[in-house]
C-alpha cells in the first residue's frame, strides 16, 4: 500500500486525523478526489489503533464534506465503485426481479394504490433504477420506461433482462444529479428507489426531476431516514445511540459485515428531513402521500434490522405530483 513506516507524530493513537493530514501522507494508491474506505480504513487503522476504527473514518469524510476538492464527485465516484462491486460480487440489493414479481408488477410497484391502478402507456424514469429489477417491472406493467444509473455494473443487469425477457428499455449511465440526456416534461412518473443518500447535495436532484416531469406528472421516491443514518446499527450500552449529526456522512457498515442498513463501501449522506421533503417541495412539487414503511418484528432479535426498525423506521416513502404552477403556495397537501 505504501504506507509510511511510521505514523506522522502529530497523528498518534488515541488522537483523530483530520482529512487535510489524510491528503498531505504520499501514498500511491491515495487519490483525494476518489475515496476508497477500505484503504482509508486501513490507512487510519494504521495511525490510530486505539480508536474503534469507524470513528475515525467518520471524522475524515465529515472533513471530506467541507473540503473544497471536488467532495460531491468523490462522493459519486466512491458509491459508483461501490454498486459495481456490489453487483460484481452478487450483493442481495443487486438481485434482478424474479418470474413471480413479473408476473404481477403492479402488485409489486403499487401496494398502496398510489398509482391508481394502471400505468399502461406512461413514460415512466426509473430514477438511480439499475439492477434489473424497477425497470423490469415497470416494463412488464406496460409502461414506456428509461432507466438511469450511475453504475455500468447495475445497468448491465438491464441489459441482461431486457434481452431475456424480450423488453424495450432505454438504458442511460448518469448522474441524477444532471439529466442532461432528458427532456423537459419527458416523463408521467419518476420513480426513484432510496439513493438520495449517496450525493451530497439533494436539491439539484429534485430539481432535475421537477424539470424531467410534465405538469401534474408524479414523483414517487423512498428515502433513508435521517435518523436512521444518524443512529448506531447496533446496541451500545444496552441502547441504539445517535452518533452523527445530521447532513453528515453515516458511520460505514463493518468491513465483512453483511447490513440491511447500509451498503458495504459506500459513503451516505444523513440528510435532514428539510432537505428531502422541503427540497421536493421547493423543486415545484406537492406531497400527496407520504408512508414509514413498516420493517418491524416484534419478536426480533436485538442489532437485527427488524428489531431496530422499532425504534428507528429505516425509511420514507412519498408521492409528489409537480405542480401546474411554481408560484403555486399549496406546497403539501
Known amino acids: 500500500m505504501g504506507l509510511p513506516s511510521h505514523p506522522d507524530p502529530s497523528s498518534a493513537p488515541g488522537q483523530l486525523v483530520s482529512w487535510k493530514q489524510i ?47 471536488g467532495s460531491e464527485d468523490a462522493i459519486q465516484a466512491t458509491n459508483r465503485r ?27 410497484l403499487d401496494g398502496r394504490g398510489w398509482l391508481g391502478g394502471n400505468i399502461r402507456g406512461w413514460r415512466v424514469l426509473c430514477l438511480a433504477g439499475g439492477g434489473g429489477r424497477q425497470g423490469p417491472l415497470y416494463a412488464a406493467a406496460g409502461a414506456e420506461v428509461t432507466v438511469l444509473d450511475i453504475s455500468s455494473a447495475m445497468l448491465e443487469r438491464d441489459r441482461w433482462m431486457a434481452h ?18 432528458l427532456a423537459n416534461g419527458e416523463f408521467d412518473l419518476v420513480a426513484h428507489p432510496v439513493s438520495t443518500c449517496y450525493v451530497a447535495s439533494v436539491q439539484p436532484v429534485f430539481d432535475e426531476v421537477a424539470r424531467v416531469l410534465r405538469p401534474g406528472g408524479l414523483y414517487i421516491s423512498q428515502h433513508k431516514q435521517p435518523i436512521n443514518l444518524q443512529t448506531s446499527l447496533h446496541k451500545v450500552a444496552g441502547h441504539y445511540i ?9 458511520i460505514p457498515v463493518a468491513q465483512g459485515e453483511n447490513s440491511f442498513l447500509r451498503e458495504p463501501h459506500t459513503i451516505e449522506i444523513a440528510h435532514s428531513l428539510d432537505a428531502i421533503l422541503g427540497g421536493i417541495c421547493r423543486a415545484g412539487m406537492s406531497i400527496e402521500e407520504f408512508s414509514e414503511p413498516d420493517h418491524t418484528q416484534p419478536d426480533a432479535a436485538p442489532n437485527t434490522m427488524a428489531h431496530r426498525s422499532q425504534y428507528v423506521p429505516p425509511y420514507v416513502r412519498i408521492k409528489a405530483r409537480k405542480r401546474s404552477s411554481t408560484s403555486s403556495k399549496s406546497l403539501i397537501l
Open 23 to 69: 491528503r498531505s501522507v504520499d501514498l500511491e494508491t491515495l487519490d483525494p478526489e476518489i475515496i476508497d474506505l477500505e484503504m482509508l480504513s486501513e490507512f487510519v487503522n494504521f495511525l490510530n489503533p486505539t480508536l474503534a476504527i469507524h470513528f475515525p473514518i467518520h471524522f475524515i469524510l465529515a472533513n471530506c464534506m467541507n473540503d473544497s476538492h
Open 82 to 108: 461501490a454498486y459495481d462491486r456490489m453487483a460484481s460480487h452478487d450483493h442481495f440489493l443487486t438481485t434482478p426481479v424474479s418470474a413471480e414479481e413479473l408476473a404481477k408488477p403492479m402488485e409489486i
Open 164 to 181: 431475456r425477457l424480450g423488453l424495450n428499455l432505454r438504458i442511460l449511465q448518469g448522474s441524477m444529479l444532471v439529466l442532461d440526456a
Open 242 to 250: 445517535l452518533e452523527t449529526p445530521v447532513g453528515h456522512p453515516a
